[in-house]
């Protein structure tokens, strides 16, 4: 099973949630468990480790964070998250944010973003001003507090300000990857995550659209509405898997959202006027 952040917070663990608004979002996460778990974060998001490790496995590498570092990774990643338990003890603060966000940071504070290849993580060590900041954010999981969002999102900018002062070749490399997305921010998501996109509602789920503003988003970028788009995206795949695997048909199937082979097969020939069959035979 795949997560996606921080929709699995904000939809099934909403007591997690120490602060939120439309386009800013802070979690705090206890879990105890060691298994490696399929995460795709569909935001970008600060990882403050606080107690225990955390092993993210991308598919060029494995990055570990643990107390004394702190982790900014952008949206659409794909990943394994395996939690190591110290003595038990696991606790973590993860900051969701959008390009909005990091837009109004950059033009508000007149940062000066210097010309950099764009990264999609950026690991850093923690001095003891960063350790505080982070320290800091964890005293507010628990209180009730008068306007505590506004508070989270002021600590979250001292947290990047110091990033930004203490080392401006990498912040700037993690902004790049930012600001690279932020025109196209919808495309991105929808096209970067369509492997687990099973139907229309998932699609809302996944881009935090109602049904509405993902109709008119999608036909403004590429003509279609959401079930044409979504249709087309999974033929795209078949024909992928029927030109260059042996899998067997009804795995194809299911592997691509139909729950039955019949409707598969169905479908697939209003596309391409062939059976699945005929057209790996055709095509290979």
Known sequence: MTYVLPNFFLEEQKEN??????????????????????IRNVTHVMILLHKG????????????????????LSQGNYFMSEIVNDKGVYEATLIFFD????????????????DSMAEKTALFKMDGLLKNLSDSYRLYVNKTIENKSEILKLKTEEL?????????????????TVLSTADSRMKYLLESNVDILEDVAGMCALTRLTKTQLRKSVHNIYGLNPKEWLDQKR???????LKTTDNPIHSIATGCGYSTVSWFGSQFKKFYRLTPKEYREQNR
């Open 235 to 241: 033929m795209e795949k078949a024909c992928l898997l």
């Open 53 to 72: 490790k955390k092993h993210l496995k991308f598919s060029t590498g494995t990055i570990s964070i643990t107390e004394d570092t702190l982790l900014l």
């Open 99 to 114: 390009d909005l966000y990091i837009h109004a940071f950059i033009e508000r504070h007149k940062l000066q973003i210097l």
């Open 160 to 176: 990047l300000l110091h990033l930004y002062a203490n080392n401006k070749e990498r912040f700037s490399a993690f902004v790049y």
């Open 17 to 38: 949630i120490i602060a939120k608004d439309s386009f800013f979002c802070a979690a705090y996460s206890s879990r105890q468990t060691q298994t490696d778990i399929s």
